[in-house]
């Protein structure tokens, strides 16, 4: 059974920072290409970055700078470590594994101003 569980949201004041975290299991990670997307209330879900199984990464340019994706193939983790958080960060970040196109159930990440 595929499975992707992220963690690491939460609540934090503009400025602030958060390390998201993807476990992956059921897949064979290191094969697969990941990304973090998110999603806004009356938004469409939008890429934030990808990462390829080779290390490739790709960013959205509104997190560009801010923003670094990273995996560790020995744990099958994704992670998104974000800085100089603004409020219009303020979403459900979700973990993908694009080759396998499964999605995790989320998590909240709100920025206060």
């Known amino acids: 059974q595929v499975q992707l569980v992220e963690s690491g949201g939460g609540l934090v004041q503009a400025g602030g920072s958060l390390r998201l975290s993807c476990a992956a299991s059921g897949i064979v990670f290191r094969f697969n290409a990941m990304g973090w997307y998110r999603q806004a209330p009356g938004n469409q879900r939008e890429l934030v970055a990808q990462?390829?199984?080779?290390?490739?990464?790709k960013y959205a340019n509104s997190v560009k700078g801010r923003f670094t994706i990273s995996r560790d193939n020995a744990k099958n983790t994704m992670y998104l470590q974000m800085n100089s958080l603004k409020p219009e960060d303020t979403a459900i970040y979700y973990c993908?594994?694009?080759?396998?196109?499964?999605w995790g159930q989320g998590t909240q990440v709100t920025v206060s101003s």
């Open positions: 990462i390829s199984s080779g290390g490739i990464t």
């Open positions: 993908y594994a694009i080759t396998m196109n499964v």
